[in-house]
């Protein structure tokens, strides 16, 4: 795959512009805590987590549920522009002092309107540019870029830059991700070719041909809200149980992430399994991973199980998109697949809702055992609803 420039210089922008954005994981908090104002802090980091996803989640189910279509390209610039230009601003205020919360919050709902649009994007032109045979290996290779990117290069880089510069730093670097994505937009992806500005059929009317893909949406939204109650837990799990501080919850999250591109890499060597009860059997791997989490006292030992829980959960998304997208026209992928990529990323705000309560209630140990059985408890409506029978018209990609 990556001897095409085509899809190695639309993947090298991916990849860099997510290390952008694996850096605001670091920096965006801090930038919070230090704005002025009466605030609750915790509801400040929280309205700034949320602010990204409302007009992004509303352009995206526009798109996925609506027959107007705007090509792949035409979004994923709007996305770079629009984002480089945010965080550049950001970056100009912070640095000054001028920055504040209303104006952080104003920037981040605006900046990221084409968030989701654009993400679904990038993974259609980069899919269409390997065509069918190559499209399992580049949803593979996505899937390793977002990995490596959020949960090893992005926070690594961003804590050094915090550290030794400021979070306005990372502001700046951010917006140059966002410019380094938008030429490779530019110089690897094509003018397309002219498409009528409407379609016969919304996102969910062409997932309502194909029963299972519709069905496997719903799973995978409740596997990924379920997940979520588990990075609540994790913090107070840390210093609770493990008595191991910030030091140790670093120590936790890179194991995951070390698991978890580990799992990316190792994708393309499943394509040849059968999809569907792939899929089921990764959803139940993950849900013991949290039980044995609660049940250990050990760092090293609650290091390895994380580590196991990010191999086996890495391959579920690249795995589903490969599926869901293997029986659609090229003219059906924009609109399925940004309605997919928009209900399962609004399940993590969700979730996190969800996990503050339960948590409180449950204690740490408690919430991530809940979220162990709960997961079990999707296994067997997972496993009905992906592995029915499928009808004659349903593609597989077994």
Known sequence: MLRDRRIAGLLLGDLLAGVGTGMLLVAMPVQTLSLPGGVPKAIAIGLVEAAPFVLSTALALAIGLGRVRVPPRTLLVADCVLRALTFTALGVLAATGSLTLPVLLAGLFFGATFRL???SSRR???TAAAGEA???SVNGLLGLNTTFALYIAGPVLGGIVVATAGASLALFLDACGALVLLAATLAFVPQPAEAPARSGSSGWRILRRRPVAARLLVVEFFFNFLY???EVAL???????LHAGATGLGWLWGALGVGAFLGAALVGRLR???QRPLLVAIIGLWALCPIALALTGDLTVALVVFGLGGLVYAPFTPVAYSFLQAGLAPAEQQPVVTLWTTGATVAAPLGLALGGPLIELAGSSGGLVLSGVLTLLLLPIAARAVLG???ER????A
């Open 134 to 136: 190559g499209r399992f």
């Open 394 to 397: 349903e593609p597989t990609c």
């Open 235 to 241: 913090p107070l799990y840390v210093s609770g149980t």
């Open 272 to 274: 040849n399994l059968p």
């Open 117 to 119: 649009a654009g993400a």
């Open 389 to 391: 029978r499928t009808p």
């Open 124 to 126: 259609v032109l980069a």
């Open 228 to 230: 979520m109650p588990v």
